[in-house]
């Protein structure tokens, strides 16, 4: 499986480090539900002191997504 890069997120708490956490099981599934959407899979998932690194291997979905967080973070500017 190809990568199309990563995203990188400080999503939960420094404290959820965890890949097992209730709330970062639920959103590697919701992860999960948009890949199958897309026709791809999550290549990678990885939770690291509250911050998600996560991938497809879509470049299309990968773009959706950067362009989703962009345009959140312009707005909250």
């Keep these: 499986m190809k990568s199309s890069g990563f995203?990188?997120?400080d999503l939960f708490p420094a404290e959820v480090?965890?890949?097992g956490h209730p709330e970062v099981v639920r959103f590697k599934e919701l992860l999960e539900?948009?890949?199958e959407d897309y026709h791809c899979g999550l290549v990678f998932f990885e939770i690291d002191c509250?911050?998600?690194v996560f991938s497809f291997d879509s470049d299309e979905l990968m773009a959706d997504i950067l362009?989703?967080?962009q345009n959140?973070?312009?707005s909250q500017s």
């Design 17 to 19: 480090n965890s890949p």
């Design 33 to 35: 539900d948009v890949a």
């Design 67 to 69: 362009k989703i967080l």
């Design 72 to 74: 959140d973070s312009q």
């Design 7 to 9: 995203i990188e997120i």
């Design 50 to 52: 509250g911050t998600v």
